[in-house]
């Protein structure tokens, strides 16, 4: 069978044997298959998204230098040795670290009203918008699940 027929697949209208048809579109057009292509592409949007934003240039808090996003890492690191402020942590899309706290007076603020029993998040608006953040572009397609 030297003269293979090919007929466009109706799914994806790539070249498909026509023997293989029936094949190709079980595996590569099952409802599964599809649903993982959904997510690669997903992720890949995502990321995609993420290399962009981390092209973005911020003023370092320290010296005022324009860095990009993805370079302030090494920024603060190496010309300052210190950790990335955790507002520019947030802006990358990641958590800020164990201590979340903006300042002293803001942890102290936090004990203070623990003590009172008060709720201390209740005034801290820190905590909502660590949520938003993490509920936004790169949460959802990180904790989406099928
Ligand atoms: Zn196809
Ligand atoms: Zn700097």
């Not at 070249?15 to 599964?32: A, C, F, N, Q």
């Not at 997903?42 to 990009?68: D, F, H, N, W, Y």
């Not at 998040?121 to 918008?129: A, G, H, P, T």
Request: glycine content about 6%; some cysteine.
């Amino acid at each position: 069978m030297v003269d293979t027929k090919f007929v466009k697949c109706p799914h994806c209208n790539s070249d498909v044997s026509e023997g293989r048809l029936t094949r190709h579109i079980r595996k590569v057009h099952s409802p599964l298959a599809e649903a993982k292509r959904q997510l690669e592409q997903e992720a890949i949007l995502a990321r995609k998204a993420k290399a962009e934003q981390m092209r973005q240039k911020v003023s370092c808090p320290t010296c005022g230098v324009l860095v990009a996003l993805g370079q302030v890492k090494s920024h603060m690191g190496t010309v300052h040795s210190a950790p990335v402020p955790a507002d520019l942590l947030r802006k990358m899309g990641e958590a800020p670290p164990v201590n979340r706290f903006r300042s002293a007076s803001e942890r102290e603020e936090y004990w203070r009203r623990l003590e009172r029993g008060e709720d201390p998040k209740e005034s801290n608006d820190l905590f909502d918008r660590t949520r938003v953040l993490q509920g936004g572009l790169f949460g959802l397609g990180k904790n989406r699940r099928h």
